[in-house]
Structures are given as structure tokens and as C-alpha cells.
């Protein structure tokens, strides 16, 4: 059986380097005891960075979850699986989408206290974010899309704690709004799910890495947002 990589950015999203050891490599695709790499997920993208291993510097092309372990595709082989080596995370990279995907969760959050919207989708692009809503058919016309930026910036105005912890599936599934859904979505193997709460906006199950506090999120515009049939509609956001 094929021991899972212990991911250390669960825990601490702002960890940007560490030492590990290698477990194992094929080719130039590895799997190491640590990583600090998010592999991708929910609409995130993996994270970038670099290598050190001895003298030389390798470039972590993409990285992804294969039933717990966490592997790396580096930019050529590794020279010697026996020395340790040292990961640096791109870090411009990883809080740019941790901005982004704070942000998706507000707004999600702020939809479906207010008009019972369900988040359906979400996707990190390079310069922009998008979040895709499902509203009850009674509520939707009653909707101001064109005051959603405005009442995003004012629910911004004062800073939310965001905190991560590991529930049992059981704790999860007696969690009251939208969570119930996404639970009930997840595949009846997965004993534990990790909860993200925007304190007093937002609570979520989600695997991804998100800001401590919503004061980081920084200055935003909603540049667009798309009818995807009668009752959905795509919202983008750029960060400023």
C-alpha cells in the first residue's frame, strides 16, 4: 500500500519552502514524505515552483493527487533519490489564486444567505475567476446583478477571519445551508472533509488554500455577468 504524502499547505497555506525526502521517482515525475505543493482542485490550479536537489534547480511543471500521493512532474530526472531535498512554492502565484478563491467563497457565500443561490462550479483562470449560480426560480428576477460589486465591497469593508479544520463526514452532514449539498456530493468513501468558514460569511467544504483573512483579498471588479439559462448565471471578477 502506498503511504499518502503529508500536504503540508492544509495546514498553513503560507508555508513557501521546506525540506523533505524523496519516497519515490519515475522518470522525472516524483513523489516526496512533505510537500507544500497544492496539487490542484475545485477549480484551482496547482501550484508552481522549484526544486532544489544538491547543486541543481528543478522546475516543478505540474503537480496532482493520485489517491494520496501527491506527484511531481519536474522539468528533467533526479540525479540522487537518496539526499533530501528543498521545495520553494512560487509564491506571487500561490496568493494570487489564494486571493481568487477566497474571494469565489464571499460571493457564493453572500448568494446564498441572501437568495439561496448554489455555487455549481467555480474556475481560477490566469487574470480572472469565475463562479457559476443556481437560484430558485421564485427569487431570481428579484435579483439587482448590477449592485453585486457594491454589496461585495461592502461586505469586504470589515475583515473575516478564515479559518480550515478536518470534520468527520458524519459532523459535516449535520452542518446546516449549502454545505449539506456539496456533502452529499462527495464520494461515501470520504470518512473525514476538510471545512473552510469565512467567519460570518461563508462555510464550505473544499481542499483548496485560501487567505487568513478576507482583508487580503485586496481590490476587485465583477467585469461580467452571463445568463447560462433561465435560472444560472456565470459571474467573473478580476483581481486590481
Known sequence: MNEMTIELYKDNAYIKECETNIRSVKGNTVVFEHTIFYPGGGGQPCDKGVVKHGNETYEVMSVKNSEGQIIHELDRPLQNIQEPVFMKID????????????????????????????????????DYGRLEIAFPPEIIE?????????????????PHNVETKTVSRQE??????????????????????RIVKIEDIDEQACGGTHLKNTSEIGNFSITKIQKKGALKRRIRVELN
Do not use: C
Not at 453572500?110 to 481560477?124: H, P, V, W
Not at 428579484?142 to 461592502?154: C, T, V, Y
Open 142 to 158: 428579484e435579483i439587482q446583478f448590477d449592485q453585486l460589486e457594491q454589496a461585495i465591497q461592502n461586505v469586504l469593508a470589515q
Open 91 to 126: 509564491w506571487e502565484w500561490r496568493m494570487k489564486n489564494m486571493r481568487y478563491h477566497t474571494l469565489l467563497h464571499v460571493i457564493a457565500g453572500y448568494l446564498y444567505e441572501n437568495y439561496k443561490g448554489m455555487a455549481t462550479s467555480s474556475q481560477i483562470e490566469t
Open 172 to 193: 459535516a452532514e449535520q452542518k446546516e445551508g449549502a454545505i449539506k449539498t456539496i456533502i452529499n456530493l462527495l464520494p461515501a468513501s470520504l470518512n473525514e472533509v
